[in-house]
């Protein structure tokens, strides 16, 4: 079975300052995605970015791109000047291509992020 | 385009009561998936369903149930609730579950069982 695992309950950055959250994560197949959702005080859970795992060129939305290592099977999220608005919880996430489509999401216990202005 | 919507938004229940949680996924989708959210286990996937048929179910007691309609909406049953199922439960949606489609949450329905 997929695990994801987030080391970092918490973390905090400066407004406009960068910071990076880590994710790690253990499978034995070899085409996947990978996901950073951010869930704000509302609880809905929004799309960040996400990461093919055959393609080797790291996803990039904005202020937010990640730096996808297949073979250390690590995934972090960097997000660049930060707005007060990006404090929220982040969660990694995993979908494997199971029966040729599924929506099942396994989800890294994530990671507070503070932004301090 | 209106998201995933879910209902109801808040509710309580007492202990050994089952409840019932209803899901309208985006228009279009027909693909949708339940999950739960507590503090000690984080975000755990329940079941999902594409076209009315079950495709997958997580590892939940048989207590938890859902169901999908031919037009897409969804519901999720618990019953003989139990203190532990307090929990935010999230359903989200895509357009077929096809590898590589966006899966789009809503707000969640927060149950609290006492």
Known sequence: AQTVTQSQPEMSVQEAETVTLSCTYDTSESDYYLFWYKQPPSRQMILVIRQEAYKQQNATENRFSVNFQKAAKSFSLKISDSQLGDAAMYFCAYRSDFQGGSEKLVFGKGTKLTVNP | ?114
Not at chain 2, 7 to 19: N, S
Not at chain 2, 24 to 29: K, R, T
Not at chain 2, 38 to 64: A, D, M, V
Not at chain 2, 80 to 91: M, N, P, V
């Open chain 2, 1 to 114: 385009k209106a998201g995933v919507t879910q209902t109801p938004r808040y509710l309580i229940k007492t202990r050994g009561q089952q409840v019932t949680l209803s899901c309208s996924p985006i228009s279009g989708h027909r693909s949708v998936s339940w999950y739960q959210q507590t503090p000690g286990q984080g975000l755990q996937f329940l079941f999902e369903y594409f076209s009315e048929t079950q495709r997958n179910k997580g590892n939940f007691p048989g207590r938890f149930s859902g169901r999908q309609f031919s037009n897409s909406r969804s519901e999720m049953n618990v019953s003989t609730l139990e203190l532990g199922d307090s929990a935010l439960y999230l359903c989200a949606s895509s357009k077929d579950a096809s590898y590589g489609n966006t899966i789009y949450f809503g707000e969640g329905s927060w149950l609290t069982v006492v």
